[in-house]
């Protein structure tokens, strides 16, 4: 008989309270905390310039030009019979949005227990030194 009851107290003893109800009493206090969060994380994505030369053949000697305006700027060179183009294209900034969810997080506010319990030891702890050095000079 005593070995049932045994079993049935170490039964007892090792079975608990499962997660789910746990969680279950933490929503019915907190419903926000099932509610998924939501990050907008902005990135800007910048392209990398591009160079490029082509020459042509042209007779005349003279002069260059540039052509320039906010993504693109172009230099035409002439020289001896050929007429030298250079393509720049600037690099162009493009901003983007990434949404992610994340996982709700559960700040706890530190509770005073904690220090109290923290307070309770070490006065546990000075007891028990204090009670181990009278019974040493008894």
Known sequence: M??????????ALLTGCSATYHLNKAVKKDPSILKPTTITVWDTIIT??????DTVAVLDNGDSAVIEN????????????????????????????????CPPQLVQPE???????DYLLLFLAAA???MMFLYRFK
């Open 128 to 130: 028990l030194a204090v």
């Open 2 to 11: 005593t070995k049932y009851l045994s079993t049935l107290l170490v039964a």
């Open 48 to 53: 990398p310039p591009v160079y490029l030369v």
């Open 111 to 117: 509770s005073k227990t904690g220090k109290v319990k």
């Open 70 to 101: 906010d993504t693109v700027k172009i230099v035409i060179t002439k020289y001896q019979d050929k007429m030298i183009v250079k393509t720049l294209i600037k690099e162009v900034p493009y901003a983007v949005s990434v949404q992610a969810e």
